[in-house]
């Protein structure tokens, strides 16, 4: 199976890209639908290239070569195509995009240009994932049908902990957006993270619970880190942020934080289901707490 990736891998590269859609194929073990590590670490590299594009829909396709009966291919491509789209569910890719998966059966011999029948045959047996981008007029309309009239605006998280405040509050931190599949902040949240961090230093009669969330996993489960491979994405998104508050001042005593996986899921695109809340548990509002903490 390693000489066929690595002629897979001279041949076809990570992905295409064909006419304006993006295109990748998973390559499969005799009889398996489980994805052999070769070939997961090729798919991950080419989710990690999709955080930049905006999907309007996707399509998985499964197939078989020629060895088995009609039926048996069948099913064994569409477990095929299942078993990648549960690798694209868990890796935060929406279901709401994936609008086609399907087993397509066997392939024949002669499709591909190659003597060779046991290359063939391995070729043969693999899962296309086709990518369809939303054209840039879609997209500029997209945007212009939410943009927020000015009046409307809500607003700053920092100036909401700043306000008035009661036990049981749920504070969305807006503009806090997390990386497909990773627990850190994109760069242009840093600023946002630090004026929250800065409101909650002077805010230190409030104690609070973080909570961390993901999008677009199956079955309520969390999702992936994929730089640690754990399945506590949540988590791992909920700690950061604890431990950029502690680094910048923050009292522990004041935190805990929870991955809440994709239970509470907002609507609307996924971008804004990888975020961190925070929920007010208790307020110290003794006169004196001030001076008796100096």
Not at 105 to 117: A, F, M, P, R, S
Not at 145 to 173: M, N, Q, S
Not at 252 to 264: E, N
């Amino acid at each position: 199976m390693n000489k066929l990736i690595t002629f897979i891998l001279i041949f076809f590269g990570s992905f295409t890209h064909s006419q304006n859609n993006i295109t990748h194929e998973v390559y499969f073990d005799t009889d398996k639908y489980e994805v052999i590590p070769t070939e997961e670490n090729r798919l991950l590299l080419f989710i990690s290239g999709l955080a930049d594009v905006d999907i309007e829909s996707i399509a998985i396709f499964g197939f078989c070569d020629d060895v088995g009966a009609d039926s048996y291919n069948l099913k064994l491509s569409k477990q095929r195509a299942e078993a990648i789209k549960a690798m694209l569910s868990n890796h935060e890719i929406s279901e709401n995009v994936i609008t086609n998966v399907d087993g397509k059966g066997e392939v024949l011999l002669k499709i591909v240009n190659e003597t060779n029948v046991s290359k063939i045959r391995g070729l043969n047996r693999k899962v296309e994932i086709i990518i369809n981008p939303k054209p840039p007029i879609l997209r500029k309309k997209e945007e212009e049908k939410i943009e927020i009239p000015i009046e409307e605006k809500p607003l700053e998280t920092a100036e909401v902990i700043k306000g008035e405040l009661k036990v049981g509050d749920k504070i969305r931190f807006e503009n806090i957006l997390f990386k497909t599949g990773y627990s850190i902040i994109n760069p242009e949240s840093k600023k946002t993270l630090n004026d929250i961090a800065e409101a909650l230093v002077e805010r230190e009669e409030i104690y609070f619970t973080i909570q961390g969330h993901v999008c677009c996993t199956q079955f309520s489960r969390d999702a992936i880190d994929r730089k640690t491979k754990q399945r506590n994405l949540s988590v791992a998104r909920a700690k950061f942020v604890y431990d950029y508050f502690v680094k910048k001042g923050v009292d522990k005593k004041r935190m805990r934080y929870l991955g809440m996986r994709r239970k509470f899921p907002l609507g609307g695109d996924p971008k804004f289901d990888r975020r961190v809340e925070i929920v007010i548990n208790y307020i110290d509002d003794r006169p004196n707490r001030r001076e008796e903490n100096n």
